[in-house]
């Protein structure tokens, strides 16, 4: 089984993650842009984020074979707080570098006028720089939120076609199938999504434009649930070539879009000489 | 290397038409170097190329766009997009080093590059334009090179720098690889062996 986790946030995992990964088969993550545990206080420190994911973090994830992308904009969340919204300025920048295959996380979290508004900035980013987008869905008051975001993916003006809506469940998909964007689905341990109600997702539903990813993150999140999702539609009775397409040729095909993804091999060591520090124990 | 040499192995490469517009656009507004450079390896591919042996073709596309840059902001420029750089983009910029007419006022980014754990990084920061590291600041940077697994190949003009305190670093670092059992590179221990 090869695997492409179309969302995770590797920044918060460990290096082990990486290897128990790799081993699982995933073989290409994409890491979009988001928050942290700890609220920022300023673009200053959003540019060593945004740094690390463009450098760093495709390093480190080359020594375990793994192909690294990234996502990149200001979340909802921080585009509340004045001292982060400079951070929209650092944008544009970033989405010109070889790597970043999206804008995003963007979308709401509370909805609010300051949200509205960077929300649409970056909808207009992806369009000027011909770049799919990620968009997140609010956990709170989740069915108006995927409304709203809907009207306002429509309003922007870019290809639904080339929008993912994430972090949606049975009550939020239709709507986001019926709008022709891609549907993402965030496999977590006890809350979002499990892996068995996703099987039953993907046969009422079909498999077109349905992205499954881990999310995993710096909460209470499991990096391979992508490979026990691929099992469960394996058990279900599912075909290798649909698990295929799921987990493996689905996100190419959204991520291509971006005319970027790199899914050349990448040679045991290719970013290192004769094995790196990681790999070795730190320096 | 030199930016002509440079020019030719990259003229099989299909992106060559986009780098000759480019540059042509950087000498008449330098600010436009910002988005090409970030471009150049998409327009011009990351292979390695054959005419220029140790170089790929976005690295040898990204020296020539700074070649356009007017000497008297070129070190205003090369900082920026080292500092807003991607890894290819810091690498190219450290690889162009010695190849552009900036004195010693890129030697901060040395200094950067080496404090990184990317192999690559510390790896093109020991090239030619290190004489403008100070001495301790080099063989901190050569000491980390055998610690992180990098080649001592890499580092430019090694034997003629190399002296009497480098050589009791390294051989600090023999000791407690042996107490540990690991293994010492073969050339570190000849670098070993012709400083004592
Ligand atoms: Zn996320």
Redesign the pocket.
Known sequence: MRIFDP???MTSRTTDDYERMAAAGVRAVVE?A?WLGQPRTGAGSFADYFDSLVGWEPFRAAQFGIRHHATIALNPKEANDPRCREALKLVPRYLDKDSVVAVG?IGYDAMTPEEDEVFAAQLELAVDHELPALV?TPHRDKARGVERTLAVVRASGIGPGRVVV??LNEVTVGAVQDAGCWMGF?IYPDTKMSPSRMVEILRERGLERMLVNS?A?WGRSDPLLTLRTGEAMLAAGFSDDDVDRVLWRNPVEFYGQSGRLDLSETAAGEATFEGSSILRGGS | MDPGTLRTALAPSPGVGWLDDGVARVSADPASIIRLFAAAGRHCGRAPLPGAPGWTADQAARVLLLGALPAGDLARHVDDLYRHGDAAEKLAVLKALPLLPIGDAAAPLLHDAVRTNDTRLVAAALGPYAVHLDQAAWRQAVLKCVFMGIPLAVVHGLAGRADAELAAMAEGLRDEREAAGRRFPDDALALLRQST
């Open positions: 969302h995770i946030h979009p988001f996380e997140h994430d972090h965030s999310a993150d």
